[in-house]
């Protein structure tokens, strides 16, 4: 089955500063990568996803890009808040089937 | 606001008790999910219903027992648990898991512990 890697597994940077949390895999017929925040003791919550035709998707503070050749996407999130602090899960469809990534926990230092 | 409901948000149970999960959704999704997620893990896939036919069940122990009754509602029943069984237990629905660009909302879990 496909395996997701993702890269760190955790980060710290100082509130404003941008983070990058990267995920690589390993089958070409993954079509569609969701990416999920889940905060202490809550849901993991959808917070922006990108089909595999499209190679960069933004929502204000937040992107994603996807090089399909490389068979990697990434999360961005600039001007980094205190309440950015979470896990971060990548996920991908494959198989009629979601495969997370380990997760990646931010902290956002003020 | 969470469009995925589950009852109840806590269960504290022994390992001789039946109890029951219970999801629900609204938003005429056609595919269910049940995930178990230990801490610092991410969600581990128990059971798929798709139309409310169960379309996957990955290997997990018959004290386990899923339940779609109509297209809204999934049930998890539990019987005779484990305390590794203690765990974070989410419900996901998405609007049809055979098309793809289709993401899963989750509900807000059930925490269960077993003593």
């Known amino acids: 089955g496909e395996n997701v890697e993702q890269h760190p597994s955790t980060l710290s940077v100082q509130e404003g500063d941008s983070a990058v949390i990267k995920c690589t895999y390993s089958d070409s017929a993954s079509n569609y990568f969701p990416w999920y925040k889940q905060e202490l003791g809550k849901r993991p919550q959808l917070i922006i996803d990108?089909?595999?035709?499209?190679g960069e998707k933004k929502d204000q503070r937040i992107a994603v890009t996807l090089n399909k050749t490389a068979k990697h996407f990434s999360l961005h999130i600039t001007e980094t808040q205190p309440e950015d602090s979470a896990v971060y899960f990548c996920a991908l469809y494959y198989g009629q089937n979601f495969v997370f990534g380990p997760g990646t926990r931010l902290s956002v230092l003020p | 606001d969470t469009e995925v409901t589950q009852t109840p948000k806590h269960l504290v149970m022994g390992m001789t008790n039946k109890k029951s999960l219970k999801c629900e959704q609204h938003m005429g999704h056609r595919a269910m999910y049940w995930y178990k997620q230990k801490a610092k893990k991410p969600p581990e896939l128990m059971f798929v219903y798709s139309y409310e036919k169960l379309s996957i069940n990955e290997s997990v122990p018959s004290r386990f027992s899923p339940e779609c009754p109509n297209s809204s509602l999934l049930n998890l029943h539990l019987h005779a648990l484990q305390p590794e069984d203690s765990a974070l237990y989410l419900c996901?629905?998405?609007?049809?898991?055979?098309?793809?660009?289709?993401?899963?909302?989750f509900g807000d879990g059930t925490r269960l512990s077993i003593l």
């Open positions: 996901a629905s998405s609007r049809d898991r055979d098309r793809p660009y289709q993401p899963q909302h």
């Open positions: 990108i089909r595999s035709n499209v």
